[in-house]
């Protein structure tokens, strides 16, 4: 079969430059189709980070273009050596700040151009007149930042490379006025409702909705929950009328990098035959977090964006209750001040049971993961989500909210699934307090006695949650797309 020529657009990537679960599946999903054999390149703005880690870098063209100036191409490539293409532009890309926020926590006021023209080099690289050596087989869009491209490529080119327009979070969708219209170099017959039109605004992702040949989320109940309010966010009609070429694939984890059998960062390894070193961990990072050493106490733990947007407000007019119950509980994350302030509290208050680390920290974050027995992820809304995959592979159950990826991922603890053994943790049944506090207490009876809590450590320890099978369902989804269009 030929080689598959894949163009991968994206405003972030891991090892390069992150912010988000966007930047780890643009580093990990190229690089895995790569080893199916696709000849896989990626495209990201020249932030100076991306510049100073992409190694040699080679031009490869250079525009002077009306609407942004001169920019520069330049070929380099990842610290895995898979080809990057940068767009070099030192006054939108080389600033101060992440690549979405200015210094000020607020979005950059020229966002509509700087992520503008990452859709229109991601177009021009895979339309008629691409400068590359072989044109691309596939684009693929990642979130609104990268989401004109298909548009550009339906005005402008008449045998465009086939477009996957990739939803990782719809609650971002790049609304500006219409205003930027003209300095987008879009024609005006694009500004209607059926167009980039969008409540009298120009929405960068529903470009990517109307234009693109395939449209694919993180999780196929997720891709379900947006064709319907509230998870559409105004764009559930459109993406109902398009469920035809819609459809959810999971994201994966790096199984190298969350591995409890060779982690690093922790204090011993363990994995699903011999459970002895998740015990010397609980210990230690009681130790560490200041709560009382109780080997038999079920630890409750949260990595995570403080938000309510995870449950965590839920989480905290819980604690107090579960504190009672004779739960341990653990934090680390940072977000919302309010949010942030309450933790605070209730780890002052509730000493010894209770400990919150404000902020990020890496190797800490694997060590909770490894050291509590329960990982509570009870999102109000979650596309994918990681961290629940990360906790099952280090024998620590979720419990988590019955939204998007989450229930594509967790199996519960039902009687049927503890009997055939394919428990993996705890979906509540709906997101309150009262449902918290009643799920937990199912936790607690089957923590003690274990061992159907070491059978569902096991089970879900054995999972496979990489990006091999992954990677495959994307390429086989590239290869029905350019066979329907063949």
Known sequence: METLHLLFATSEVFPLVKTGGLADVSGALPAALARLG?????????????????????????????????????????????????????????????????????????????FGLLGQMAAWLAGDHSPLPRRPDVLHCNDWQTALAPAYLHFYDRTPAATVMTIHNLAYQGVFPPTVLGPLNLPQESFHLEGLEFHGMLSFLK???????????????????????????????????????LSGILNGIDTEEWNPAQDPRLWAAYDADDLSGKAQNKAVLQQAMGLAAEPGTPLLAVVSRIAAQKGLDVVADALPRLIDLGFQFVLLGSGERALEARFRSLAETYRGRAAAHIGYDETLSHRIEAGADVFLMPSRFEPCGLNQMYSQRYGTLPVVAPTGGLLDTVTDATAARLADGSATGFVLERLDAAHLVATLGRVGELYRPQENWRRMQRTAMTRDFGWAARAQEYLELYRSLLARRA
Request: proline letters at 9%.
């Open 38 to 114: 696709v000849e896989a390149t990626l495209l990201l703005p020249g932030y100076a980070a991306a510049l100073d880690g992409a190694g040699p870098l080679q031009q490869i063209a250079r525009l002077d273009l009306p609407q942004h100036g001169e920019v520069r191409l330049l070929q380099g490539r990842m610290p895995d050596g898979l080809p990057l293409i940068l767009i070099e532009h030192a006054d939108y890309y080389q600033r101060a700040g992440n690549p979405y926020l200015g210094p000020d926590g607020h979005d950059w006021p020229d966002n509509a151009l700087r």
């Open 207 to 245: 470009a990517g909705l109307v234009y693109g040949d395939r449209i694919t989320t993180v999780s196929p109940n997720y891709a379900r929950e947006i064709q319907q309010e509230p998870l559409g966010f105004g764009l559930q009609g459109l993406l109902h009328h398009r469920r035809d070429v």
